[in-house]
């Protein structure tokens, strides 16, 4: 079964036939991280090389739930708690991002099914709706405007019965994030960026502060690296072992649901977000399925079955519809919850770590971290992450060996 989001869709980029010897930067990952920062790059007039050792869109990015949220994966309340007085602009970033991803789908005509039908985060018990409301307080207090939905209205918002509450965010957005990144990866080569898929890469140091990427066949020197392969960091960067986790999620989508359901369902088409420890989240598509994705309970194996009876048990009436699309996709997850942007002592860069909540945000900070590339100010958020014995980023989890040292340095 395959990527609902990728069906009849093969976007592939003119593979070039030889490389110039040198690019300002390369970039590693071609998902909407390293995308958009190659577009900003390009805009800025740098010469960039992205590399993937897949195909674009591949990753995270072409296989996710389509959510663009504001706000951040940790709630509101645990950030005042963490981050005190910075809780206010960390969680005023999620609400950018999204009004950026809808300036780069306007200003690229990029063809997505993006809909501003806003997000509901809905409770599932009187626990999770106390903390709900919470949230909600601490947010409306700074400014964050959201409506706080009983469980009449979420049945009537929904079609479902069943929820104790729900908050609605009207700011944020669903997408076919599959378009979404091939539209960014148009407009990144429009911009002049060469993309190189199903290519693996190696990066060493090389002379007077520059390096070596070996891409395939092809050596190329570039001034600069991006890495931007999200839950394969700690694979791309050592050190990083231990900050990132990769979890492996699981999503479906059913078939089109039958025509009479369809109107009483979602009405305005919003993202939905469950408050729970499954953190399920669905939402209908333009043609009339749902598009699910949830954790499944611990030791059960990952399956179309599995996933489908957790969306049955959760949305009473949808026996008998089948799953026609299941696939997974590698989120990465932060100790924080909380993205992560940093550089190695030698000038390889990083960011990443969005822990489920990236459609938005990699667009933001792939953007920011372009601009970073281009300009040398680091982006005021998120804040610097330390990380532990950098050496030379590897790819395919292999270690390189220090190269000879040119420079009087032998790390990365
Ligand atoms: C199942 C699922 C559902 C999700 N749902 C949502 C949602 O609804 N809303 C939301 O906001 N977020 C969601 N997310 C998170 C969101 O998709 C990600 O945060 C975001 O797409 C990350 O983008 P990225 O470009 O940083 O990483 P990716 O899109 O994962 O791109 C990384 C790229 O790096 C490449 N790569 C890996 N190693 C190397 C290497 N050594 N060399 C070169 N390339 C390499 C990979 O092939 C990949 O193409 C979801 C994630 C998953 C997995």
Redesign the pocket.
Known sequence: MSVYWQAGIRWTPPRPDALPATFDVAV????????AAALAMGNQGLSVLV???????????????????TGLNPSYRELRRTGGASARSWWAEGAAAVADVAALVDRHHIACDWHPGGHLAVAASPRRWRRLLADAALLQADGFPLDVLDAGAVADRLGWPGYVGALFDPASATVN?YRL?VGVAQAALDAGAVIVEETA?RIEAARSGTFLVRAGDAAVTVGRVLV?????LP??VPGFAGHVRRVD???LATAPLPGAFVPRLLAGRP?VFEESRRTA?FQLTPDGRLVF?SRLPAGTPSSPATLGAVLRRLLPGLEGIPVDHFW?????ITATGLPILGETPRGVRWV?G?S???????VRL?TAAGRWMSNDRRPAWPEPFPVGQPTPPA??GRRCRPPAPQTGETTL
């Open positions: 590693l990952g071609a998902g909407l991280t390293g995308l590399v993937d050792r897949g195909r674009v869109g591949d990753g995270a990015s072409g296989r996710n739930g389509g959510q663009v949220l994030p990144t890469s931007a392969t999200n839950a394969f694979r791309s999620s699981p999503m993202a989240h994705g997974h996709g590698p989120l990465a990443g969005y489920g909540h990236g459609v938005a945000l990699a792939g790819t395919e």
